[in-house]
């Protein structure tokens, strides 16, 4: 069974770093293209990041770009999600998700990044 | 990358067919057929009921379907049940190994 874990969240105060990991299990964590996706309170879904399968390759949506760092460590089976100068507007739920065919098939129960002083 | 426009609500009665519409431009919904959907319901993790425009993944009902035309997308749910009750998302490749969201729908079964 496909398990997607999520942890490292929790408050910060604004300008503050977190760094989020997503512990992978049950499938070859090495193959797939994983992401991370958020939802704020009440809001929608919004496209954070992803990552190819060695790491080699990374993307951002403009919001977090400069700022948020995707990488993964498949000895760990382990995805991370480096965030820094963090903003009120980064408060929300993180959730990764693994990829199939450019959508996210798998998807963790997320992890929830506050950030206020 | 603007989010994809969806109608914030849609309902039916149970039985009857509720369609959800998902707009975008040529560089993401109209540029490529990798529009996926997915189902939320409240306090849980999103779970994928439409992948490459209108397939389905296994043991979600085939009652869930998606198709496109041009720029838009649509997400169709027959014979409404309760449980379909939820907030519904689109999604699309907007190239350059981007992707973007849609807005959300908010479905209702009366």
């Known amino acids: 069974e496909v398990q997607l874990v999520e942890s490292g969240g929790g408050l910060v105060q604004p300008g503050g770093s977190l760094r989020l990991s997503c512990a992978a299990s049950?499938?070859?964590?090495?193959?797939?293209?994983m992401y991370w996706v958020r939802q704020a309170p009440g809001k929608g879904l919004v496209w954070v990041s992803r990552?190819?399968?060695?790491?080699?390759?990374?993307t951002y949506a403009d919001s977090v770009k400069g700022r948020f760092t995707i990488s993964r460590d498949n000895a760990k089976n382990t995805l991370y999600l480096q965030m820094n100068s963090l903003t009120a507007e980064d408060t929300a739920l993180y959730y990764c998700?693994?990829?199939?065919?450019?959508?996210?098939?798998?998807w963790g129960q997320g992890t929830l990044v506050t950030v206020s002083s | 990358q603007s989010a994809l426009t969806q109608p914030p609500s849609a309902s039916g009665s149970p039985g009857q067919s509720v369609t959800i519409s998902c707009t975008g431009t040529?560089?993401?919904?109209?540029?490529?057929?990798?529009v996926s959907w997915y189902q939320q319901h409240p306090g849980k993790a999103p779970k994928l009921m439409i992948y490459?425009?209108?397939k389905r993944p296994s043991g979600v009902p085939d009652r869930f379907s998606g198709s496109k035309s041009g720029n838009t997308a649509s997400l169709t749910v027959s014979g409404l049940q309760a449980e379909d009750e939820a907030d519904y998302y689109c999604?699309?490749?907007?190239?350059?190994?981007?992707?973007?969201f849609g807005s959300g729908t908010k479905v209702t079964v009366l």
């Open positions: 998700a693994r990829d199939f065919r450019y959508s996210a098939y798998h």
């Open positions: 049950g499938f070859t964590f090495s193959s797939y293209w």
């Open positions: 990552i190819n399968t060695d790491g080699t390759s990374t």
């Open positions: 040529s560089s993401d919904v109209g540029g490529y057929n990798y």
């Open positions: 490459d425009v209108s």
């Open positions: 999604s699309s490749y907007a190239g350059s190994n981007k992707f973007v």
